[in-house]
């Protein structure tokens, strides 16, 4: 079985809890793909299991929100949507959120009523991504209506600019510094990019710095500054940490001819963010030494990220 | 009853009402009576007086006109006398008839109260007759049900001291078997011992002969010393002293499969007490391969009912604390002498919050059979192979030749071997590719080499496809039906009664067997059920992400939009159902087709990438600059984002409008003015766009002079 036949099963059953998805991997004999990426063999004992994979992935596309972002339930579907994006040759749109196999006939007859290509690709450990590509944005509107999709035109943009920046005080909830000997702690290092061993009293006095603190399976990341403690997420503090440094380290690259957005692999972006990053090119990032490479990025998008992430482009 | 009662009062009161009359009648008759008696008595005093004065004339007897007179006086009075007595006689009759009318009353109301009184006590009877009838009856009720409790008990009684008989069989038959086994391999022993012994006899003979001269040797009495020893030296007042209340650490147990033989009858009832007490989880052995032909083996816990998320646990390993992987199973544990533990079994224990003791237990082997498992991904140990099922065996490295001349006599494809490199525990290999065809009837003594011998028994099996409820499966993705176990047992395979066939992957199927409906498979050795329903098809978007880069929830901010998957929903506090539309910062004014259809974005000061999002509540036709007279005209244009639509007509629009509308009407027809004063060219730079650009004009012209 694939990861879209669990996307078919989180469909059917709109909404659940973390216990039963994690179950439905299990039944769904969902393995680790071998090509997941260059960087991630067997053997590494620190990679993410299959379930987690899965989950983050399921995410970052935008099929379906877990937890906090679930509403009631510990991971709910997204309903079916078309994001369109606008390309130099036309208007691409992706199927993103539930599907079943009506919906997929309805497609796949609305489309073939509309003379649009309908594709199918295959990215592992990701449900296949099911792309429509028209010459104009009206006529992937239209199979949208007649399919019964929700349409969001121009997603990547439309995402991004409905997202705070990273400076933005929601981004930050005060907190409490753990007590006590046995947690392990961790300081982010933006030089090598790594959680480099600390202590409590390195967090209690730091200026301003990403921690983590570990005991046994629970795990905290806490951006340090002046003897507070603020609870944020992991990918949103590294970038904290860039900005916070009295020489600000940019990690982001943009490549305007090959229109690639690229960061080292540790300074991957927010979720949300990725989400707006995959809807342009309708593909998840490649990992190539580790650097995370997006691809099919407009200019003006890369500048929203940056901007976001208080990053400058190189 | 009440009847009776009535009918008894109703009775008494018109006796009642009978006597009041009858007394009052009497009463006045002698009212009555006493008038004449009175003036009777006046005559009777007169005739005393008569009689007094007759006495004188009696006794002055010598006056003849005096005894004339008193001649007629008393014939008068006789007269009188009589008349009077008449009278007396009558009214006695009068009254005798009265009284006897009375008592024949009296006598009637008598009879009709006894009649009630009867009635009242027969009813009085019944009542405490059925009462009593009704007692017995729960008597009988209860009586029965005691007996029928007493029944059951027994029977539980009895089906306890079965399995406890059945226990204890097995207990013995398993000892019996240890003893053997710890016969033969003392036997063993002694073998080696022996042959020690011979060699150092005859190398001591040597010696001696060399030496001229013997030396005694007891080597191997020696050496049996402390093994002998060494069973009994476990320290029994250890568990006697410990006052732990609930987690007892034990010693893990050497697996043996259950030998299939005859019961034999039981001998004793003493393990009763060790059948009532708690029984430990199982704890299951998992491989899962992983890429390049990588493996990983771990322990897996079964979670029972009421068990924590989170246990922490103590015993064989070092285990980390325990945390759920599902309802039913824990999270797996990699121990680092993982080869050591599966081969002397593994006992953790731990305590729960409410008190009870928890023990999962592994009995230690030398070889594992795994399996596909309906719940778990990766293979799943199981007590034996089963016919026509893929299966990996794990063993020992001394164990390896065994193995392989089991499963052998199986029928099995020769499986691949992965050793120690490919991820499997220290001391251990493990067969991938195991299929047997061949049943082999296990040895009786329950040797471990049983689990490599398949039984001749059919199962059907239900796996795959996407399940979406217990015996549910999705439309479009159905269970695929096999038999495992002697297929060749097995004639007929029907599914809703039609019979089955295989499909190349050797999956049972039928016509329509995989519609929606329920759908039963027979077989002659059981039977199973499934059904296909239709999942979801209505999905609805929610609020997921509210200013926020997820992750983190954030207060509630009703002016700002959220995220749910890819869609972008507008800020609460306008319109629902508006869609978010993204044009260029220069051009952040949306035109509508209608006249006052018109909305400023307003782009973001801390993005500055040239767009901005609106939310029209309409759907935009032009996007135009915000300050067009002061704008660029070079750069600048009146783009299109919307269809070629022409303006509403101005005859459609209301002739009274609010105020609000008449000042977005305004706002509309100027803004189009402003861009067409400085003279902004549309984008796309074509004929037709101009035109409908022209339209607009027109429009704006008009109403201009209309509502300003």
């Given at each position: ?11 059917a ?7 039963q ?12 793909s ?14 993410l299991?299959?379930y ?9 596309v935008?099929?379906a ?11 709910r ?13 036309g ?29 199918s690709?295959v ?25 019964g ?7 990547s ?6 997202l ?39 967090a ?13 399976h ?10 507070s ?86 | ?12 009161l ?49 006056q ?35 009284a ?9 109301h ?12 027969r ?19 209860d ?16 089906i ?28 063993a ?14 190398a001591?003979?040597?010696?001696r ?20 020893g ?8 250890d ?126 082997r ?49 499986p691949?071997?992965?050793?120690q ?70 004639d ?24 929606l409906?329920?759908?039963?498979v ?8 499934y ?64 006249p ?47 269809p ?52 607009y004009?027109r ?10």
């Amino acid at each position: 079985m694939s990861a879209a036949a669990l996307l078919f099963w989180m469909s059917a059953r709109r909404q659940g809890s973390w216990q039963q998805f994690r179950a439905a991997v299990e039944e769904l004999q969902l393995n680790p793909s071998n090509d997941a990426g260059d960087d991630e063999d067997g053997s590494d004992p620190f990679a993410l299991p299959i379930y987690q994979t899965l989950r983050f992935n399921l995410q970052r596309v935008g099929h379906a929100e877990f937890f906090s972002g679930a509403e009631d339930a510990e991971w709910r579907v997204t309903p079916p949507s078309l994001a369109v994006t606008q390309q130099p040759w036309g208007s691409r749109g992706i199927l993103v959120g539930a599907r079943s196999l009506l919906l997929l006939q309805r497609l796949t007859t609305a489309a073939g009523q509309a003379g649009v290509k309908l594709t199918s690709r295959v990215f592992p450990d990701y449900p296949d991504q099911v792309v429509v590509t028209a010459d104009d944005q009206s006529a992937l509107a239209a199979i949208a209506k007649r399919t019964g999709l929700l349409l969001q035109c121009d997603v990547s943009a439309a995402i991004l600019l409905s997202l705070p920046p990273i400076s933005d005080p929601c981004m930050r909830h005060p907190t409490q510094l753990p007590f006590g000997p046995d947690w392990q702690v961790g300081r982010f290092s933006t030089s090598t990019l790594g959680w480099q061993s600390a202590t409590l009293s390195d967090a209690a006095s730091a200026s301003g710095s990403l921690f983590r603190f570990t005991l046994r399976h629970q795990r905290d990341v806490l951006f340090c500054e002046r003897g507070s403690a603020f609870r944020v997420p992991a990918q949103v503090g590294k970038y904290i940490a860039f900005r916070s440094e009295r020489h600000r380290r940019h990690v982001l690259r943009y490549n305007g001819q090959t229109h690639t957005l690229s960061m080292p692999a540790p300074c991957r972006p927010p979720f949300l963010i990725e989400r707006a990053l995959i809807a342009c090119s309708a593909s998840p990032p490649a990992l190539q030494g580790g650097t995370l490479i997006y691809t099919e990025i407009p200019q003006n998008i890369a500048l929203i990220v940056a901007a976001l992430l208080h990053q400058e482009l190189r | 009853m009440e009847a009776v009662f009535v009918l008894g009062g109703l009775a008494f009161l018109l006796a009642l009402a009978v006597a009041i009359g009858v007394t009052r009648f009497i009463q006045r008759r002698r009212q009555a009576g006493r008038e004449p008696r009175e003036s009777s008595g006046a005559v009777i005093n007169q005739d005393s007086h008569s009689r007094s004065a007759e006495n004188a004339p009696i006794v002055v007897a010598d006056q003849p006109e005096t005894q004339a007179n008193d001649k007629e006086s008393v014939l008068l009075d006789g007269e009188v006398r009589r008349t009077g007595l008449r009278d007396d006689q009558r009214t006695a009759d009068e009254a005798a008839q009265r009284a006897e009318q009375l008592a024949r009353l009296a006598a009637a109301h008598r009879v009709r109260r006894k009649a009630a009184e009867a009635a009242h006590r027969r009813a009085e009877q019944e009542a405490q007759k059925l009462a009593a009838a009704q007692k017995e009856q729960q008597r009988a009720d209860d009586a029965r049900q005691h007996a029928e409790n007493l029944a059951r008990a027994a029977e539980a009684d009895r089906i306890n001291r079965k399995a406890a008989e059945e226990a204890l069989r097995r207990a013995e038959a398993e000892a019996q078997a240890a003893a053997a086994r710890e016969g033969e391999r003392l036997a063993a022993e002694e073998a080696q011992l022996a042959a020690a012994h011979e060699a150092q006899r005859v190398a001591d003979e040597d010696a001696r002969l060399a030496a001229l001269e013997e030396t005694p040797c007891d080597v191997a009495n020696e050496q049996l010393k402390p093994a002998e020893g060494a069973p009994d030296s476990q320290p029994i007042g250890d568990s006697a002293t410990m006052d732990v209340p609930a987690p007892q650490r034990r010693d893990p147990r050497l697996y043996r499969p259950s030998p299939r033989i005859a019961p034999t009858p039981p001998v004793s009832t003493g393990a009763s007490a060790e059948l009532t007490r708690e029984r430990a989880a199982p704890i299951e052995v998992r491989l899962i391969f992983e890429r390049a032909g990588f493996c990983s083996v771990s322990l897996l816990p079964r979670r029972g009912n009421g068990m924590p998320a989170e246990l922490l646990v103590t015993g064989s390993g070092d285990p980390p604390p325990l945390l759920e992987l599902q309802d039913d199973w824990y999270e797996d544990v990699f121990p680092a002498n993982l080869g050591q533990l599966l081969k002397e079994g593994v006992e953790w224990c731990g305590s729960i919050p409410d008190g009870r003791s928890f023990r999962a237990s592994l009995s230690g082997r030398e070889i594992y059979v795994l399996a596909p498992h309906a719940e778990l991904r990766g293979f799943v140990s199981l007590p034996r192979l089963i016919l026509g099922q893929q299966h990996v065996v794990l063993c020992t490295e001394a164990r390896m030749a065994d193995v392989r001349a089991a499963l052998r006599l199986t029928g099995s494809p020769d499986p691949i071997l992965l050793a120690q490199d490919a991820g499997t525990p220290a001391g251990w290999v493990a067969f991938r590719g195991v299929s047997p065809r061949i049943p082999i009837e296990p040895s009786g003594v329950g040797d471990i080499l049983d689990t490599l011998r398949p039984l001749p028994d059919v199962e059907i099996a239900l796996g795959g496809g996407i399940r979406i409820g217990r015996q549910a499966w999705l439309a479009g993705f159905p269970p695929s039906i096999q038999l495992h176990g002697d297929v060749n047992a097995i004639d007929s395979l029907q599914i809703d009664g039609v019979e089955a066939t295989r499909d190349p992957e050797n999956n049972c199927i039928a016509p329509g067997w995989d519609s929606l409906g329920d759908h039963t498979v027979w077989c002659i050795s059981g039977s199973r059920t499934y059904s296909i329903r239709d999942g979801a098809e209505q999905w609805e978007p929610w609020d997921a992400y509210q200013w926020s880069l997820g992750e983190l929830g954030t207060e509630t901010t009703p002016s700002r939009p959220s995220i749910c998957g890819v869609l972008v929903r507008p800020p609460k506090t306008l319109e629902p159902g508006v869609l978010a539309t993204i044009i260029p910062a220069s051009n952040s004014v949306l035109i509508g087709a209608a006249p006052g259809e018109i909305e400023i974005c307003m782009p973001r000061s801390d993005v500055r990438a040239g767009l901005c999002i609106g939310y029209p509540r309409f759907e935009p036709i032009w996007a135009i600059p915000a300050d067009a007279i002061r704008c660029n005209k070079r750069m600048s244009r009146v783009l299109l984002i919307g269809p070629r639509q022409t303006p509403t007509k101005l005859a459609q629009l209301p002739i009274s409008m609010k105020l609000d509308d008449r000042h977005l009407i305004s706002a509309w027809s100027e803004a189009i003015l402003a861009a067409a004063r400085k003279g902004l060219l549309t984008g796309p730079s074509r004929a037709d766009i101009a035109d409908l650009w022209k339209a607009y004009k027109r429009c704006a012209h008009v109403l201009r002079g209309r509502y300003r």
